[in-house]
């Protein structure tokens, strides 16, 4: 019991704490303050309540965890995410992009794709795995194609859309510089399209490994995180499958900070940027 | 109503591109067996063959449609056959978790509007919780429901959606409840209205469009994921179950209708709550 009340102040200090730095304005320490908070009512309420660490293991169980099987999660991570998702995300963002410059071109394509895309954004594409896991094989391939078609639609969508974004005046005044097709789109559609590409990225980057994850439940080689988390929930071994999650949310805000980082960089002039 | 040409048009296209990678994708089986009984087809009854096969890489567009049409009206629904049946079994985990869902992110929501300690605290964990694969999760949320003793097969489904849909209605929400400028927040405080009451006359009347904005957005997420929650579960009902039964007999037929059955009910959803919302707004006089 001593753990559980023992976490629960803790807890509430940490929350008094963070009132007196929300007032300051501590945009960094805040949410930091909050997430640890949780770890200390997750360990307490695991540790005083003798919760089985089949049912829920405590964060130092998962972290000692992760420590003693360092290869095994790094042999996982690269056939998940370096071989299957990064792979479908670069052939995926890449094929819409080239089709939304091609589509671009007829406005009578647009309005025919754009609801449909947006409509099949909007599905369980997920769904297609065990068929592209037929159709490719059991290794990574498959994968990266199930990632492919779920990237696809909403990188899509985006694009055409935010091609679409630049003025009428700003276009009349690109003609008045006699700019041709390829500069008007080099110079200022593309430009004005990031912020939208941006968007579709940072969806894109969190479907890869849902899609990646996903299919290696359909058949895997003996290595992946999804194979890794199905085959551990059947032994009993949770605390396995939470190091297996935790590598993956890692990975995942690593790549979704990526993309912020790198549309601070590019899209510097719009709005949404000059806090 | 301009665009119905064009859309029909891609369609159109992309139902022949469909029927070329039909002939594409089977007419190696086709082949083999021409081979192995001696024969030489000729192109015409290759593609026939394509076409009607029983157990086809990719089926064709009329076979998947005959498929959906015999599982869902020639079946009784409530046969185990039927994807009625199966659709009302996601339907009910969907709904239940994007009633879970949408009230989370509300709540939360009116949280983050009203304390400055849960925005900071709160917002920047709410992104990072959507970067996580919930997938990871899933295995782990149904065993840790079981465990604890919850025999509906329901609840650890209507958590993966709950998790997947909360987060564009909080978003939306936020956004919603802020968009009252600061001249009609002052305009309530010189009448006397009290917290609750700009809260319930100003706040919440001005965040619906958005609501509806990101319910919409909720609902499809929601059903992606009790979708993602029967997948690799071991689910003998749901759509998504079909799909895991069809994986392991080798069906695809049976895949694909539910597949399709799933982008139906995506479809109805959504159109459901864009008539709702367009007679809401039109109500409440904000329609565009």
Known sequence: ?275 | MKSIGPVLSVLIALVAIWYGATVWMNSGWTYDQAERKGLTPSFSEVVQDTMNQKRPRLPAPHQVAEELWKTTVEKKVTSKRSLVFHGWITLRATLMGFALGTALGIALAVAIVYSRVMEMSVMPWAVISQTIPIVALAPMIIVLSSSIGIEDRNVPKAIISAYLCFFPVLVGMVKGLRSPDAMQLDLLRTYGASGITSFLKLRLPTSVPYLFTSLKIGIAAALVGTIVGELPTGAIRGLGARILIGDQFGNPMMIWSALFAAAILAGALVTILGIVQNITLKRMGMAQ
């Open chain 1, 1 to 275: 019991m001593i753990w559980v009340i023992g976490a629960i102040l803790i807890w509430l200090a940490l929350w008094a704490l963070n009132i007196r730095l929300a007032r300051r304005g501590h945009r960094f320490w805040v949410p930091v303050i909050f997430g640890f908070a949780i770890l200390v009512l997750w360990e307490g309420t695991v540790r005083g309540l003798e919760i089985s660490p089949i049912i829920l293991p405590a964060p130092s169980q998962i972290a000692a965890k992760i420590a003693t099987s360092t290869d095994v999660l790094w042999g996982d991570f690269v056939q998940t995410v370096l071989k299957g998702a990064m792979s479908g995300l670069v052939i995926g963002c890449a094929a819409a992009f080239a089709v939304s410059i091609l589509v671009d071109r007829s406005p009578f394509l647009q309005r025919g794709l754009l609801p449909i895309g947006n409509f099949v954004a909007a599905l369980p594409i997920v769904g297609t795995a065990p068929i592209l896991v037929g159709w490719f094989g059991f290794d990574w391939q498959s994968k990266a194609a199930v990632v492919v078609v779920m990237v696809f639609f909403p990188m899509l969508v985006n694009t055409v859309q935010g091609l679409k974004e630049s003025s009428a005046m700003q276009r009349d005044l690109m003609q008045t510089y006699a700019a041709g097709y390829t500069t008007t789109l080099l110079k200022l559609r593309l430009p004005a399209a990031m912020p939208f590409i941006f968007n579709g990225l940072k969806v894109a980057t969190t479907l890869a490994l849902i899609g990646a994850i996903v299919a290696e439940y359909f058949g895997s080689p003996t290595k992946g995180m999804g194979f890794r988390i199905s085959t551990e929930v059947g032994r009993l071994n949770i605390d396995m499958v939470w190091a297996e999650i935790f590598v993956a949310a890692m990975v995942g805000s690593a790549l979704y900070f990526a993309v912020v980082i790198l549309e601070k960089a590019v899209t510097f002039w719009h709005p949404s940027q000059r806090g």
